[in-house]
Nanobody, 126 residues
Framework: QVQLVESGGGLVQVGGSLTLSCAAAGRTFGTYAMGWFRQAPGKEREFVASINWSNGRTDYADSVKGRFTMSKDNAKLTVFLQMNSLKPEETAVYYC???????????????????WGQGTQVTVSS
């Protein structure tokens, strides 16, 4: 089992920035990719960003490209999501996910991730 704990959410004004963190613990050996998803009230969970743990490749949803950056700290088994120029429609619960299926890619679908954090609320006020 892999445990994921997100932090860093909160209230921010339009155009502001936040950095989310996700720390992994447990049987982390064999984690190949990690991702960030978000779910707004009444909407489906959607892909935000992902990173391959081995080669560092990243991928982003079109809506966040150029504004969000995902990174990792191998030593701390932590991933980050730097979010800039935030918009009100990005208010959501942000979830961290970890996948144990071997891949050199950057999974974008929720079913490709076996482990999920509890989520952290991000509220962008206008």
């Amino acid at each position: 089992q892999v445990q994921l704990v997100e932090s860093g959410g909160g209230l921010v004004q339009v155009g502001g920035s936040l950095t989310l963190s996700c720390a992994a613990a447990g049987r982390t050996f064999g984690t190949y990719a990690m991702g960030w998803f978000r779910q707004a009230p009444g909407k489906e969970r959607e892909f935000v960003a992902s990173i391959n743990w081995s080669n560092g490749r990243t991928d982003y949803a079109d809506s966040v490209k150029g504004r969000f950056t995902m990174s990792k700290d191998n030593a701390k088994l932590t991933v980050f999501l730097q979010m800039n120029s935030l918009k009100p429609e990005e208010t959501a619960v942000y979830y961290c996910a970890a996948g144990s299926t071997p891949t050199w890619g950057t999974p974008k679908w929720a079913y490709e991730y076996e482990y999920w954090g509890q989520g952290t609320q991000v509220t962008v006020s206008s």
